[in-house]
Each structure stands twice: as C-alpha cells, then as structure tokens.
C-alpha cells in the first residue's frame, strides 16, 4: 500500500495505533477474570473458640461491582465498585469505592490471593473462599 502524502500516513498511523490500544484496553486481566462470581466462606470458629459462634460470608464480584454479605454472627453488608490496583501472578490488589450498605467508607483496599489449583481465594487474609456460582463472559 502506498501513500500519496504525509497526511495519509498520518490517519493511517493514527488508525493503527488506536486499533492496538483498543485491543490491549479490552484485554481482560486473567485473576480478574477468575475472581468473577459468586463466593462463600464459613467460618466455624471465630478467632478459634469452638461453639463460640461462626461467620458466613458470601461475595460477588460482576465486572466491576462488587457486594460482600456476612451473617449469623455480626450481620454485614456492603456493595459498590472496585477498581484493580495491582495483579500479578497470583495475587490481586482491588481498592472498593462508592460503597453502600452497612459501614460504609470511602474507599477501601483488599488483597486477593488466587489458588487455582483449588478454585479458591483468600480475600485479605480470610477464606479460603470456595466459589459457588461463576459469572458467565457473555
């Protein structure tokens, strides 16, 4: 293909560039793909003292959004939206914003450890979060 002027050239770059920046923009990250879905730990023993009392918690996360539900023994709720802070190899660094539900805050920030050989996460040091429902990529 030839070009009759600089100007071609330009929209021609410029097109190219745009299409590649797309692309690695759509790219989605693989521990956010994995942590997509429905996830629940339950806690038989808070802080190790058998019968004392137990936790169940329950998060989704959806393409951005997020909710965490805790019952039984202190009821928690909190939905909002997350952004990635850090991936790399098997661990996730999300900050939570616009939060809602029970003690709400400005932002927060979780650390996320993957183990895909188990299908599990550890969500700030809790868990292991065994998945209940994936979310499909349609």
């Known amino acids: ?15 190219i560039l745009l299409l590649v920046s797309f692309t690695v923009a759509c790219t989605p990250d693989p521990n956010e793909a994995f942590i997509q879905g429905n996830w629940y730990y339950n806690d038989l023993h808070i802080q190790e003292v058998p019968g004392e009392s137990y936790s169940e918690t329950f998060w ?9 539900y805790t019952c039984c023994f202190v009821k928690y709720h909190q939905y909002g939206r997350y952004d990635i802070v850090e991936s790399e190899g098997d661990k996730l660094t999300l900050v939570l914003f616009n939060i809602d539900g029970n003690f709400n805050s400005e932002r927060v920030q979780i650390g996320i ?10 969500i700030s040091g809790s868990g292991p979060y065994t998945r209940t429902l994936p979310i499909s990529a349609d």
């Open 113 to 122: 450890r993957i183990d895909r050989e188990t299908d599990t996460i550890r």
């Open 60 to 68: 989704t996360f959806s393409r951005g959004t997020f909710d965490a």
């Open 1 to 15: 293909m030839r070009f009759r002027d600089r100007k071609q050239l330009r929209f021609a770059l410029l097109g």
